[in-house]
């Protein structure tokens, strides 16, 4: 790597997720060392999108008394469902059944990804179109449209320009629109 032009380390989401500081240390020294830049695979379609908007930072549950936890499509961790047995009241909003769910005091079932239309950011940071393929079950909600309804029901008016927040933060990769 010594003799590369441009060298890229590349690591993945279970590195950064397990890693202790002295191992995140170590491979930001090799990385200077080398001139070499750091990209972080974050694996799940919008995993990135959450990465660029802040979202991806670990929970502190600190003595609150509840949480809302917004799964999706994605499984839960073992030490999310850890942290979360300290929490008296755990809302989750997900579209597979899990640990989580069944520990939540409260499940909003969401559609799963082929069940919805819209945009997402693929892990090369493309914003990309999604086609719905499946029938969605009567009374299930698309996550965003489960979250408007909350909103609503708390008179937040929630901002609407997520691709301006999305696109104007500095990415680990190019954004473009596919």
Known sequence: MKTAEKPVIVYGEDFAAH???KALETLLEISESLGAALVGVKGNANSMAASQLGLEAPIKVNGHKSAFVMLGDEEPSQKLIKQLEEVPFVVALAAYGS?????ADVVLPVTMWAEQSGTYMNMDGRLQKAVQALEVPDGVLTSRDTLLKISEALSIEPDA?????VTSR???????EA
């Open 161 to 165: 320009d997520w691709k301006t927040k």
């Open 19 to 21: 890693a202790d500081e």
């Open 99 to 103: 640990q989580l769910t069944g520990n």
């Open 170 to 176: 500095t990415p680990t990769v190019e954004i473009k």
